[in-house]
Every structure is written in C-alpha cells, then in structure tokens.
C-alpha cells in the first residue's frame, strides 16, 4: 500500500520521525492493513521494522555498483601493467577506498603478497610477479638491482633470490635481499617489462657485488654486443657513485681501466684530452708547463696548466705516475707552496678527464668565475 494524500516534507534523514520522507514509500505490514501518515510514525517511533523499501535505494545501488566496476577495472589494468601487482596507494589513485580494499581482499579478488602489496586473483604466480612485488613491498623509490637487474635486461642467469635497491631505511626481508643506497638518481632508474629497474650501467656497476670480476665482465660484454650502452657510459656513472668502501666498484673499474687502456695512458695524452674537452667546451685555453717562480728566483714548481690572470693552477694525476707514495708526497708539498704563494689549486685524476668531462668543465668554469 501507498501513503497518499500528504504533502512531502525534506528531512536529514528518511527515517527519521516524526518527518514523513521527500519520496513515495511502499508499506507492507505484517497484518496486511493499509498504512497511514499517523501508522507510519508510530512504527518509527518504536523502532519496528515494517519492510520499507525507498523507490530510490534500488537505483542508488545500481549507481556504487557500477562506479566499483569501474574502479575495479582501472585497478586491474594498470596492475596487469606489473605481472598483475599494485600496491594500495595505486588502488587509492584509482578511486578505490580502504573499505573497498579490504573488502576485496577478504572476498579472495584479490591476494596480500606484502604489507600494503596485493595480487590480482587468477594472475600467474612467476618470477617477474615476485620481483614487483618485492619492489613494491620495499617503499617508495625501490627498485630491482644488481643480478636480478642484470637478468631482467638479459646480461646474465636468473639469480636464487631476488636484489632490491631503496633510499629509504626499513625491515630486512627475509624473502628478497634489500640493498640501501643514498646515491640513486632519477637517471638510473628505468622499468623493463613493468619492473621499476636500476639503468643497465647501474646494474653493471652493481653486479660485482658479490658476484666478483668474472660475472661482471661477461654481463659487460653482452651489454656491449647488444649495444645496451657504452664504456664511457658506465665509467661515467662509476666515476658519479664510486667512494672509498663502497663495495662492487673496484671490480669494475679494474675492468674498464683494462678495455680502455686508462691504465697505460702518459701524461701527454692526458693533457692533449684536457685540452681538447675545454676546446670543444668553448672555455679559455691555459697555458701549459708553467714555471712558477718566487720572487727570490727559487722554482716553486712546474705545473701541468695555468690561468696566470687569475691565478689559477690546473694539475693532471696520472696513476700511472701520481700512485707512489713518495710522488704522492711531494705532489702535497707542492700544492701547499702554491697556496702560500697565492694560487688556487683544482687536480684532475685520468678518471676525471676522461669519464667525467663535464665534471671537469664545471670545476675550470667556476673557479675562473670567480
């Protein structure tokens, strides 16, 4: 039966009383009889539950039905993007929320491979699912490295378990290996197949840890047959991220060093390719082999270049010639001769000119504009 006859009245809510709903309500009492305004309130007041129904709740529903459904498949494509894997921040952006999530997840749609880490039901359990969601599972910024980067991009055999890179500090895992690095920049990061990926020189760089010269050398040879990079490339990056102690980056520099031929390189050559990237750089030649003088006539020293209007000394170190101790020594004393006379000092290493050459070009530019 139908309320008729009464004039409908806005409310908060609607059902509560004594307010009679904006809308038609269908009744349908226990006992059969017709309802009435008065009927209705009474049953409201006492909290009974005569089987109302709104005519509008059957379309609001059809409406947060179809809105899921179309969340659910926002989610489900971009996790099939990565091997079926997102994290909850993904199912958020995707304008799920929590109540949804965790509702999915008790249904069994979707699986917890990880804290904040889920699956897609159905999708297949492999070895790239697994690295995603390690990934995943590592913070924000994480990615694949070292063997687990080298196989992803070909360069070597699947490794027994998975590497991870972070910036940020977290638990250790138990199922993956977790490397923390302070040093990961935007360009050594890329994606292969839906991975977050360390770059394929990163991964070159790193893959001596611990794996030693011998993987690392055959990964660097398939890197270059495939013309994935370059040898300057990786020195490049090596020179940007190598420090005393960090581990893997004596492994290959000795390998660069050896297919470059930086090791057996005079000290001729090294000032020719200095002044051969400041020509091409467009920045004011120096003049080479410059004695410096005391005012007494006493040598201070013969340097490699010099700036004289600005009194600017650059010196190129060899290892070839710079290594031993007692060189090592005197190149000391003499830089500090130098200061005391007035000259300000910039040293280059062969690594310096030949892997970093902007490195070298910024140093020279700014100490002349000064």
Same mark, same amino acid.
């Given at each position: ?235 490049? @990056?090596?020179?940007? %991220?190598?420090?005393? /102690? #960090?581990?893997? $980056?004596? =492994? ?6 050896? *297919? !470059? ?27 080479? @082999?410059?004695?410096? %003088?005391?005012?007494? /006539? #006493?040598?201070? $020293?013969? =340097? ?6 600005? *009194? !600017? ?31 300000? %000092? ?25």
């Amino acid at each position: 039966d139908t309320i008729r006859g009464t004039k409908p009245t806005r409310c908060a809510h609607p059902l509560t009383p004594p307010f009679v709903p904006d809308v038609l309500w269908r009744v349908s009492y226990e006992n059969g009889r017709s309802g009435t305004k008065e009927a209705l309130k009474r049953r409201l007041a006492a909290k009974e539950t005569p089987g109302i129904e709104p005519l509008e709740s059957r379309a609001t529903t059809a409406y947060h039905q179809t809105m899921d459904k179309d969340v659910l498949l926002r989610i489900t494509a971009r996790a099939a993007r990565h091997h079926g894997a997102f994290t909850r921040s993904m199912a958020l952006e995707s304008g799920a929320s929590s109540s949804m999530v965790d509702r999915r997840v008790r249904n069994g749609d979707w699986h917890r491979a990880h804290p904040g880490v889920y699956v897609v039901r159905g999708t297949p359990a492999t070895w790239e699912r697994a690295v995603v969601t390690s990934v995943f599972g590592s913070g924000p910024g994480a990615v694949a490295s070292h063997r687990t980067a080298a196989h992803l991009f070909g360069l070597c055999t699947r490794p027994r378990m998975i590497e991870v890179t972070s910036p940020l500090k977290g638990r250790a895992a138990r199922e993956y290996v977790i490397h923390r690095s302070t040093d990961l920049a935007v360009d050594d990061v890329t994606e292969v197949t839906g991975i977050p990926t360390t770059s394929v020189a990163r991964s070159l760089v790193d893959v001596g840890v611990p794996w030693g010269e011998g993987l690392a050398s055959r990964a660097l040879d398939e890197a270059l047959r495939r013309h994935l990079t370059d040898l300057i490339a990786v020195a490049n @990056l090596l020179h940007r %991220v190598a420090r005393r /102690g #960090r581990r893997g $980056a004596g =492994v290959m520099r000795s390998i660069l060093e050896d *297919r !470059l031929g930086w090791s057996s390189i005079t000290q001729s050559q090294l000032e020719d390719e200095y002044l051969r990237i400041m020509r091409i750089a467009g920045v004011t030649l120096p003049e080479s @082999l410059f004695r410096i %003088v005391k005012k007494g /006539g #006493r040598t201070v $020293a013969r =340097v490699d270049f010099v700036y004289p209007h600005v *009194r !600017l000394v650059i010196e190129l170190d060899g290892e070839r010639y710079h290594s031993d101790r007692d060189t090592f020594r005197y190149d000391r004393r003499r830089q500090n001769e130098l200061i005391q006379e007035g000259y300000r %000092v910039l040293r280059f290493t062969t690594w310096d000119v030949f892997a970093a050459p902007g490195y070298v070009i910024a140093q020279v530019v700014a100490a002349l504009n000064v």
